[in-house]
């Protein structure tokens, strides 16, 4: 490692200079890049750190194999077998002080549109000084008194939070279908060829939703019982007949010409992800056959054999679970991501169509403004004219996110008897969680179809 590389790391962990690489074949990377996947690394640190005490097989290799256990936890006072290092009471913990951590940084970034001021400095750097500050806080949790109100109450607090960041993904679900579709739009304006790719697209979309629906009823459902199978997802097909008819229902059209099938096809797509992910996440029903043995139905039956190795199940489930909780959080905090959730949107005449519309980058306007070389990765200073992204709403969605880790890692309101291992087996909690969340995302997608002519004398902008 170079002289410089390692200036350039020290400025980072304890200065005002951007995180990089040390290797020279990595490609550029802007500031305000950096800076978000250092604060998503400290998340994804903590969330490994929860899997961890959640895990029973962890527990029992870490008492089997450590040399003088019994003393060690003795000695930190985390009870006579390190008890409280470990189940849902220890998570809560842990993420109280991500989230605290976070929340500090919501309040502290507030109205920021510099990026030269003093907080602006301190939100993009001196690293190493705020993990010792998230491994304090995370550590200060256990200390706190009277433990069982604290626990009861952080709870309420961690549903709450959770709620509201499975409610802003859907409120963005729906403003890409939106935004997808005008942009298609109005290219077709200029060109027929986006007119094609808008028909092709939206085939493709009701084409895999009505499988899903079909593969659904077949797999999941069966000619006795399977009640709750047939009705939800006899109710979830019928609401994305519903809101497709709704959205080319010449009323609609009237007032919204943009309206189309596209955006009623992303909707219907996800709508059968979450029935399927509820159908999978609902407690096994089990029936007795003509042996009188208990058999479980309404599961298909391929579906058993993979869950024989729980460790791959769990590992690789949690792996996916997790990545996408951390791509929501990245996507989410785009300075277009803060805008839409306000009701700021581009106006038709500026609208460029770009078959890659949703990955535009923050700040390219002055993205070539500052370029510094410090013998390892180069860093773009892309803030220099001021802020790509907004810090507060940044911090906000990684305190919401910390809470929905705590209750998704806790298995929501079936704590007491949550393991890591046990992730994928099943409970009513995530159950209704995820069909209501499919409720949830049909009504606001309803909603942005009926509004305008619910409230004809205001002006919406989707």
Avoid at 4 to 20: E, F, V
Avoid at 71 to 81: F, P, R, V
Avoid at 206 to 229: D, I, Q
Avoid at 369 to 378: A, L, S
Wanted: hydrophobic content about 45%; aromatic content about 14%; some cysteine.
């Amino acid at each position: 490692m170079s002289a410089p590389c390692c200036a350039g790391q020290l400025a980072c962990c304890c200065g005002t200079a951007a995180c990089s690489l040390c290797c020279r074949c990595c490609p550029k990377i802007k500031q305000s890049t950096s800076t978000r996947f250092m604060y998503a690394l400290y998340f994804i640190l903590v969330t490994i750190i929860c899997c961890v005490m959640m895990s029973t097989t962890v527990a029992n290799e870490m008492k089997t194999h450590i040399p003088f256990y019994k003393e060690m936890c003795k000695g930190i006072q985390a009870g006579e077998m390190c008890e409280k290092l470990v189940g849902y009471s220890a998570v809560y913990k842990v993420c109280f002080g991500m989230a605290c951590f976070f929340f500090l940084f919501f309040l502290f970034t507030i109205k920021i549109n510099s990026s030269k001021s003093c907080r602006a400095y301190i939100h993009n750097g001196f690293w190493f000084i705020k993990l010792i500050l998230l491994a304090a806080m995370c550590s200060g949790a256990f200390f706190i008194p009277d433990q069982d109100t604290f626990l009861n109450a952080w709870r309420y607090v961690g549903a709450s939070g959770g709620f509201l960041f499975i409610a802003i993904q859907l409120i963005l679900l729906v403003e890409f279908a939106h935004k997808w579709n005008k942009n298609w739009t109005a290219g077709a304006n200029h060109k027929q060829m986006w007119n094609g790719l808008l028909a092709l697209v939206t085939l493709i979309l009701y084409s895999v939703a009505v499988a899903a629906l079909v593969l659904m009823a077949l797999f999941y459902t069966r000619a006795e019982g399977c009640m709750y199978n047939k009705v939800l997802i006899g109710v979830n097909g019928s609401l994305c007949l519903f809101v497709s008819l709704v959205a080319i229902s010449p009323c609609v059209q009237s007032r919204q010409p943009h309206s189309g099938l596209l955006q009623s096809g992303v909707i219907s797509c996800y709508v059968m992800y979450l029935t399927f992910s509820a159908l999978s996440s609902k407690p096994p029903e089990t029936i007795l056959d003509e042996n009188n043995q208990n058999i479980t139905i309404c599961v298909p039956e391929f579906s058993q054999g993979l869950h024989r190795d729980e460790n791959l199940v769990t590992g690789l489930g949690t792996t996916i679970l997790f990545g996408c909780i951390l791509y929501s959080c990245l996507t989410s905090t785009t300075r277009a991501s803060s805008e839409a959730l306000r009701g700021i949107y581009a106006t038709a005449e500026t609208e460029v169509a770009r078959c890659c519309f949703c990955c535009m980058p923050d700040g390219d306007a002055d993205a070539d403004e500052h370029i510094e070389k410090r013998g390892g990765q180069t860093v773009i200073y892309d803030e220099k004219k001021g802020t790509v992204y907004s810090y507060a709403y940044f911090h906000f969605v990684f305190f919401l996110a910390s809470l929905y880790v705590m209750m998704t890692v806790t298995h929501w309101f079936h704590y007491e008897s949550a393991q890591i291992e046990k992730f994928f087996t099943g409970t009513w909690s995530t159950f209704w969680i995820k069909m209501v969340s499919c409720w949830v995302c049909v009504f606001l997608y309803l909603w942005t179809l009926i509004a305008p002519l619910c409230c004809p004398t205001r002006e919406f902008l989707v």
